[in-house]
């Protein structure tokens, strides 16, 4: 039998088939893989749906491709995800979890379905524990630092928070309460719930709540709950503006050419960095910046319509930006300290600097590059440091840039060309007759004197992102400690004021203003015992950074940060245990935590065994300065008497 | 126009054109060989689609031609009525189309290419055009009864 045997209308069936069978197969099976369930099916988590002029990052990739790869990369995109055994970084396979608060949690995957076991955290007390449940994982927060799971409740879309969270750099699983600064033994705020009021307004693209009687002020069981956004995680139009008109209007090939050759601005999209330094920066500032509504009628309003700001607009025509050296005796402040009066003191130092991270846009506004500015050319603002597409220039792999979204010239060389762009006078020769520091030395960066780790977050300090001079009168009036001490870890506060009277000029702080300690002993070890625990994290984490550790020296370190291992705080001691594993002989030092305190000693004193055999090879400090006897031995009476004076306020910082 | 070699004319085209954009192949490789960034980088991705739209478009054209030779030599009784016309547009087609390509991905607007790119319409329809005569000269009933096909 040959072809000609069949007619051709057979012959055009068979083709159809031939083609159209594979095709079929092939898409079933990419779907079965895939096992996503459409958005407008998905009845138990927050969905994602194009509304309010939002088109979502789809349509951006055809025409932005290099910028839509760059955003890709970054850990904005992937701030919320739906939860998978792709985007969740810890495995489910069968794993049992014990750090968690009363009996373990035991995870399992069912074919791509991710589940959890653990104790109803929303026990309401009654009956002799809480009631096991079982629930899907839906979504994630979080990649890069840590990583929060959130659970369908199985009421509405309401989500609620797995008990643990998993830290991506120690891979570990951590109790939720140990992800923040937190006072020891404090009750933990409920988390249901949180996610679709609170997380959804910054860490999606124009999120919705949509509950039916604002978050707080009804059960959660009486509630009605459908949470919505435009699009999970943080996607273009969050700093482009909503883009349907533009994708719509850009669809025709004549107005794209005419926008290529013409070049200027189109009108139907925002461009952050065509805006002036204020505009740009609120751009950022809309999630990086601590803010409130102005009153109730305006929360109730982004309830159901998503928050009211878009990207070029004042921020601060929809939105309260709390800044206490701006508006300390506002009504909106007022009554936001009426509703909590450590509303404040929680997030800033005394002086108005903010000291949680996530709020970089209220450090920036209150540096004197960004607010005594006069030429807006050389305004700071946070595109002069940051860039949130990795340009064509820049060499380091999208890893390396994704971390902090510097720009090329802002990584390079600690930074210094940045500021030089418009501190050109203090470049060159002339760098090193201004921070009288070696040219090449840590002493000569930008950012180690005007940005110092004075910030909390995440189980780490960053930058402060106000820009600031070292000053001895700052740490003596807000108990922040200075850049010069953060280095240089065994000299006094008093060694500090006299070099900077004698470099800059300023006068001494008077000498009463200091404590017989702030003149005889070392400024960090002040701060580490006296300290808040927010001050403890700062000095513990100063204590593991290299340029502190090359000039202060290192074998003086361990039984302070062996202190710190047994501190009320989790954070506290975490951090204490990262710098420690930094110091030499401390690599293979196992510790946990979040162990029970008796077990936390046990781990305590084997560090303080270590530090005694690695200090008969590397030498001992004798300075009174860090407490250190002529003979090498601890002033205990000192250590103890600072111990006892430490601050026990309690520290919650909300970052 | 009498008197030209149509056949002679398509295959030396052909096989010169093959060379051409099969070097271009090479060479496009070659930039994905040392990672040349900007071919490679996300930046580029509009080149790199314009130019490998050159190459394939280019090469496929070249086999055409050389397959338009072929059938003027196997077939002679293909009965072409405007065999100038065709063979002006095959080879129009094939400087235009990845011309078109190619000048798109050397100058570009982020997801757009460059205005060279307005050539390819111009040797799509040359293209269409040649194969639309050479389609209708081998559904000639000379042709077929030739080759003993029944018209239906």
Redesign the interface.
């Known amino acids: 039998m040959t072809l000609k045997n069949f007619s051709p209308r057979l012959l055009g069936t068979l083709a159809v088939l031939w083609l159209a069978v594979p095709a079929g197969l092939g898409w079933a099976f990419v779907h079965s893989r895939d096992g996503a369930i459409p958005e407008n099916r998905a009845a138990d988590r927050p969905i994602q749906i194009a509304a309010n002029g939002y088109a979502s990052s789809q349509p951006c ?10 955003w890709h990369s970054s850990y904005h995109r992937t701030m919320t995800q739906l939860a998978t055994p792709e985007t969740v970084v810890a495995s489910f396979d069968g794993v049992r979890v014990d750090d968690v608060p009363g009996r373990p949690m035991f995870l399992e995957q069912r074919g791509r379905e991710l589940w959890a076991d653990f104790d109803e955290p929303d026990w309401d007390g009654q009956g002799n524990a809480p009631p096991r449940i079982q629930r899907r994982v839906v979504m994630t927060t979080g990649s890069h630092h840590q990583q929060i799971y959130w659970y369908a409740t199985g009421h509405g879309r309401l989500l609620g928070q797995l008990p643990a969270i998993r830290l991506i750099g120690e891979q570990r699983w951590i109790p939720r309460r140990a992800a923040v600064m937190h006072p020891p033994g404090g009750a933990l705020i409920s988390e249901s719930g949180s996610w679709n009021a609170i997380c959804v307004q910054c860490h999606t693209t124009l999120g919705k709540p949509e509950f039916s009687s604002p978050f707080g002020t009804a059960a959660l069981a009486s509630q009605t709950i459908d949470t919505k956004a435009v699009e999970f995680g943080i996607s273009c139009e969050m700093c482009h503006g909503p883009g349907e008109e533009h994708a719509r209007l850009n669809a025709s ?1 004549l107005r ?2 005419a926008l ?1 050759l013409r070049g200027g601005p189109d009108s139907t999209i925002v461009q952050p960095l065509r805006l002036n330094a204020q505009r740009s920066s609120e751009v950022c500032g809309q999630c990086h910046g601590l803010w409130e509504f102005y009153d109730k009628v305006g929360e109730r309003a982004a309830n159901t319509n998503g928050l009211p700001y878009r990207p070029g607009d004042e921020l601060e025509k929809s939105r309260f930006v709390v800044q206490p050296t701006r508006n300390q005796s506002s009504p909106t402040m007022k009554m936001l300290l009426e509703d909590d009066p450590r509303f404040i003191s929680d997030v800033f130092w005394s002086d108005g600097m903010v000291r949680a991270t996530g709020r970089e846009y209220n450090g920036l506004i209150e540096s004197p590059c960004f607010k005594n500015a006069t030429d807006e050319a050389r305004k700071m603002s946070c595109a002069s440091c940051h860039s949130m597409h990795q340009t ?1 220039d820049d060499r380091r792999p999208a890893h390396e840039w994704a971390d902090d979204q510097l720009t090329p010239r802002a990584a390079a060389s600690g930074g210094n060309e940045t500021c030089l762009a418009c501190h050109a006078q203090l470049g060159g020769t002339q760098l090193q007759n201004h921070t009288k520091h070696l040219a090449a030395s840590p002493g000569s960066s930008c950012y180690n004197c005007h940005m110092p780790y004075t910030t909390y977050g995440l189980l780490k300090t960053i930058r402060s992102h106000q820009i600031s001079n070292p000053s001895v009168q700052s740490t003596l009036e807000t108990g922040r400690p200075n850049a010069c001490n953060l280095c240089h870890l065994d000299k006094t506060l008093d060694w500090t004021a006299g070099y900077l009277a004698q470099w800059y000029g300023p006068a001494r702080p008077p000498f009463g203003a200091m404590t017989d300690d702030d003149r005889s002993v070392a400024a960090s070890l002040v701060s580490l015992l006296k300290g808040d625990a927010g001050q403890r994290a700062i000095i513990a984490q100063a204590m593991g950074w290299a340029p502190a550790q090359q000039i202060s020296g290192t074998n003086w370190l361990p039984p302070y940060l062996a202190v710190l291992l047994d501190d009320p705080y989790d954070a506290v001691r975490l951090i204490a245990y990262r710098s420690l594993r930094s110091l030499p002989g401390f690599n293979g030092l196992a510790f946990d935590f979040v162990a029970p305190p008796d077990r936390r000693g046990a781990m305590q004193r084997r560090a303080l065994e270590l530090w005694r055999d690695t200090r008969r090879q590397q030498g001992r400090r004798t300075d009174p300065a860090l407490l250190f006897t002529p003979e090498g031995s601890f002033i205990a009476e000192k250590v103890d008497r600072l111990v006892n004076q430490r601050n026990n306020r309690p520290v919650l910082w909300r970052e | 126009m009498a008197g030209i070699d149509y056949s002679r004319r398509h295959l030396r085209v052909g096989w010169w054109s093959l060379f051409v954009f099969a070097t271009l192949g090479l060479v496009l490789e070659s930039l994905h060989g040392f990672k040349v ?1 900007a071919y490679l ?6 080149r790199r689609l314009m130019w490998t739209l050159a190459h394939a478009h280019g090469t496929l054209l070249s086999l055409i031609h050389i397959a338009f030779a072929l059938t003027l030599r196997g077939v002679p009784e293909l009965n072409l009525r405007r065999p100038e016309l065709i063979s002006g547009a095959l080879i129009g087609a094939s400087v235009l189309l990845p011309g078109g390509f190619f000048l798109g991905g050397v100058v570009f ?4 290419p460059g ?1 060279g790119v307005l050539l390819v319409p111009v040797g799509a329809v040359l293209l269409l055009t040649a194969v639309f005569l050479v389609a209708r000269g081998t559904s000639s009933g000379q042709v077929l009864e030739k080759k003993g096909i029944r018209r239906s």
């Open positions: 990739k055809a025409c932005h491709p290099s910028q839509y790869e760059a090939p794209r050419y290529h064509a | 960034r980088d996300a930046s580029s991705e509009t607007y982020a997801g757009d205005l």
